[in-house]
Every structure is written in C-alpha cells, then in structure tokens.
C-alpha cells in the first residue's frame, strides 16, 4: 500500500482563497407543507395525468 503524503511539498504557495476557518453550521431545512398531498421528491412517486410513475 502506498503510504499518502502527510505534508506539502517546499514548492507549494495555497491560494488566497483558502482559510483555516471551519465550515459553517448547516441549515435546517424548512418543513414546508405539499398542498397537493405527498411530495413525490419525498417519496418518489410522481402523478402524471393521473397514473403515478417512478423514474
């Protein structure tokens, strides 16, 4: 097994982009009522003209 490098070559600058913050808290997602019944996202069935089908 190959061993993985631990540290970065001499050569490398990281670019100004990069921090060392840590990364923000997730957001709770919003529970948002369906008015049409199920969320077909939720539970995977979609109704077209009538018939439910599954991708």
Known sequence: MTKRA???PAA???PAH???D???QPV????ES????LSPTR???WVQK?????F
């Open 28 to 31: 709770k997602a919003k529970d």
């Open 34 to 37: 369906d008015p049409d019944g």
């Open 43 to 45: 539970y995977g069935d």
């Open 50 to 54: 009538g018939i439910a089908i599954d």
């Open 18 to 20: 990069w921090t060392n």
């Open 12 to 14: 490398f600058t990281k």
């Open 6 to 8: 631990t540290q970065r």
């Open 22 to 24: 840590p990364a923000p």
